[in-house]
């Protein structure tokens, strides 16, 4: 069935991607938020003319297709445009088939064991282990990532010592039986990163991610092998050149790739084969509750290779509220894949009614 019509509802910070095949049917995307509206531009200027007439069900091959044509323009927003009309594909496969897409892809609908993800820094230690605190109490969560460093600092703190005072309030306010994370965000040289690993390690820190500039792999491994707390990384990384590099070279001990920033699901998968080919665990980044939580959800349940949890962000943000008629709910510390076809989620209507509206046909 061959893709007729390609659809986006923009907002500055996200886009909605809907496809139409001949046969009228429909699936549902997403485009990676943030800038989303410079997104739905390069989607329908640069993707969408490699898109249109192609096979709907051949889903891997339309997004590869769509990179490999624009190959002069390699990187995030080609790939944020590819991965909107690819999780639309999925969407409107797994409606064809009345299948959700854990099932397409082998899995089952489930539940699944979260962590919860600060995304703050300029929070203070005290505040961010309180909030904590309660959520594990009223969630049942049991593993948390905090923010440590500061973006690209370049060894320079939020302010001098927030990165222990964080750490250790934390770590005091969830116990000693609650797994805590950190996040780096590129934050450090290898030799602070090692330093600051190393402190990590006394307070029971089980996963360091993105403790250098991420495109500098090799930095990575220079930490990775010189600590025994699993680095992580993969987030920011959108070529499958690079995370064959990554992987084999064990610049990382766990791989992270986002969905929406990689170019789509088809994308992420193959990440994850590189990944288990190696026997190395994928643990998709997805930082906020827009679709591209839903989507990690899915394959999280499918992927033989995924880590013990997935990432739920902890935040509540005003751009992300009311998207979906089905809100998503933790409890006990898991959150269940929606058991729909497709994505198992309705887009709320109105949300879309509001959005600024684009559209390319064949």
Sequence with gaps: MKIKRIETFTKQQLSIVRVTTEDGMQGYGQIAPYHANISALVLHQQAAQHALGADA?????????IIREEHKFPGSYICRAAGGIDTALWDLLGKREDKSVAELLGGTVKEIAVYGSSMKRNISPQAEAERIKRLQAERGIEAFKIRIANNFGNDVDVYPGRSEEVVRAVRSAIGDRGLLFVDANSGYTPQKAIETGKMLEQYGVTHFEEPCPYMELEWTKQVADKL??????GEQDTDLA??????????????????????GL???LEVARMAEAVQMPCMPHAANLSMVTVFTMHMASAIPNAGAYMEYTIEEDN???????????????????????????????????QADYQVSEK
């Design 266 to 268: 088809s994308r992420a």
């Design 319 to 353: 751009w992300t509220k009311d998207l979906f008629r089905e809100p998503l709910h933790v409890a006990d510390g898991k959150v269940q894949v929606p058991s729909g076809p497709g994505w198992g989620v309705t887009v709320n209507p109105k949300w879309l009614e």
């Design 242 to 263: 690079q995370f064959r590099r990554m992987i084999h070279m064990r610049a990382v001990d766990i791989v992270q790739p986002d969905i929406c920033y990689a170019g």
């Design 57 to 65: 069900n051949d889903i891997a091959a339309v997004s590869e297709k």
């Design 228 to 233: 025994d707390i699993p680095v992580t990384g």
